[in-house]
């Protein structure tokens, strides 16, 4: 059975930090993209960063490009999201999804993602 499974997501002043991971079990994330989402409820999901299969691409959503870096350690089979200078409009729930079919350059696309983790709060608040 395929998981993903989100963590490192709470509440974090402005300005500050947070690592999420997205650690898989019954699949290989190593060649395969890997993309992260946010959602607020009731609204679209928003792209927000993606890397390639081979660690040699990556993709920024302009809303995070220069505060957030994606990266991935294969011997974890799991990929982070490192999130820096956080905002209040960065409050969201953040999904880790990978498409087996589809590469990063269509990850902005809907219907991208075969296998999508639940989701982890961040909320950025004073």
């Known amino acids: 059975q395929v998981q993903l499974v989100e963590s490192g997501g709470g509440l974090v002043q402005p300005g500050g930090s947070l690592r999420l991971s997205c650690a898989a079990s019954?699949?290989?994330?190593?060649?395969?993209?890997v993309g992260w989402f946010r959602r607020d409820p009731g609204a679209r999901r928003e792209p927000v960063s993606c890397?390639?299969?081979?660690?040699?691409?990556?993709y920024y959503s302009d809303s995070v490009k220069g505060r957030f870096t994606i990266s991935r350690d294969k011997a974890q089979n799991t990929v982070y999201l490192q999130m820096a200078s956080l905002r209040p409009e960065d409050t969201d729930v953040y999904y880790c999804?990978?498409?087996?079919?589809?590469?990063?350059?269509?990850?902005?696309?809907?219907?991208?993602?075969?296998?999508w983790g639940q989701g982890t709060q961040v909320t950025v608040s004073s």
């Open positions: 999804a990978t498409d087996r079919f589809h590469g990063c350059d269509l990850y902005h696309v809907p219907g991208w993602g075969d296998y």
């Open positions: 890397i390639g299969k081979r660690d040699d691409i990556t």
């Open positions: 019954g699949f290989s994330l190593n060649d395969n993209p």
